[in-house]
């Protein structure tokens, strides 16, 4: 029987506490760790219940010792179907690849338990380190982390000032991209891609970068054109555009906060009979392939995904204190403006 003791399930739980907890040796909880066939049922099912009591997680990191650390990295990303992140998954294997390191990668599918569970050492132990794009996890969550393995977070957060991170300037990026549709004489620029329920910081600072730019060209806010979505997919950009066009004073121009979103809106806009860029123009955001071979093709910004893996790699290999690193953009202006 296992012995009577108090134990602060999940923290920092060892093997011999497993071992104490569940009334056997050291070498007999290692034996059902690591799979070795010669334990009786009974006693694996003991010793396993004690793993689960105590939320112990085998150090798999320490079983290799021997020859230093594992090699393998994890990326995660709430969808690996989207074309940006794929982009970004690609390039990030490449990098690491030369490193002479292996890339894992999970999604999340932006799910909160999801998220918190990968943050707090889910699979860690099988990773050096971990590039984790979050969309749902606040910044009590990050400052609460106690996995020891480095993170690194890939996009705007506002609790990047916890852990390394490395992005782009969102705020930036988003005034030159609406400074570009005002320089092209467009007055009525709406803003698609608004997610007021995410604790991602990607949306607002698009925003905020928006209304900078209208700001400084004299021209006002209207709550009519800043229009949110549920996901940043085609479908949602071209609900958006449906929903633009009916307006009394549809816009002239939109800036779209993802690239997918403004295909999707390029579609209804063929779907209407609106052209563009002469009825109303389109700045993306992502710089995806798709965008390159649009007919017309996308204008958008291009966030340099080379750079962002590469600096993220650096900072999850250094060992450094946290620190916000920017990467570099660039507007690409091409047929949509």
């Given at each position: 029987?296992p ?7 999940g923290?920092?739980a ?64 709430p969808?690996?179907?989207s ?19 292996t890339?894992?990668?999970d ?23 971990v ?12 400052a ?18 916890i ?14 991209a ?18 007021p ?36 997919h ?39 009979g ?6 109303v ?57």
């Open positions: 029987m012995r009577c003791k108090s134990y602060a399930a923290v920092n060892k093997l011999r506490d497993v071992a104490e907890h569940a009334g056997v040796s050291v070498r007999t909880v290692s034996n059902v760790v690591n799979g070795f066939q010669y334990v009786s049922s009974a006693t694996r099912e003991r010793v396993q219940a004690s793993i689960d009591a105590l939320g112990y997680r085998p150090n798999l990191a320490a079983r290799t010792l021997r020859r230093g650390r594992t090699g393998l990295i994890a990326l995660v990303v969808e690996i179907d074309p940006y992140f794929a982009e970004l998954a690609a390039r990030t294997s490449a990098l690491a690849e030369a490193r002479g390191l890339l894992l990668i999604q999340t599918g932006g799910d909160a338990e999801r998220e918190k569970a990968l943050l707090q050492g889910k699979r860690s132990q099988l990773v050096d380190g590039l984790f794009s979050p969309w749902a996890v606040a910044p009590a969550e990050l609460a982390r106690t996995d020891s393995v480095p993170l690194v977070l890939l996009g705007e957060h506002d609790g990047a000032d852990v390394d991170h490395v992005a782009i300037d969102n705020v930036a990026a988003a005034r030159e609406t400074e570009h549709l005002v320089r092209t004489g467009r007055r009525r620029i709406a803003a698609v891609g608004l997610q329920a995410s604790l991602n910081a990607t949306a607002r600072q698009r925003l905020a970068g928006y209304r900078e730019a209208l700001a400084a060209a004299g021209l006002a806010s209207d709550p009519d054109l800043e229009v949110p979505v549920q996901r940043l085609r479908a949602d950009g071209y609900r958006a555009m449906q929903a633009l066009l009916e307006l009394p004073q549809p816009p002239d121009a939109l800036f779209c906060f993802t690239d997918e979103i403004a295909l999707g809106a390029l579609r209804a806009a063929a779907d209407r609106v052209a563009v860029p002469s009825d123009a389109l700045v993306g955001f992502d710089d995806i392939e798709d965008g390159r071979f649009s007919v017309p093709a996308l204008t958008t910004v291009s966030p340099d995904k080379d750079r962002i893996a590469e600096l993220a790699l650096d900072r999850l290999t250094q060992g450094q204190p946290p620190a916000s690193i920017v990467a570099p953009h660039r507007l690409v202006v091409r047929e949509t403006s």
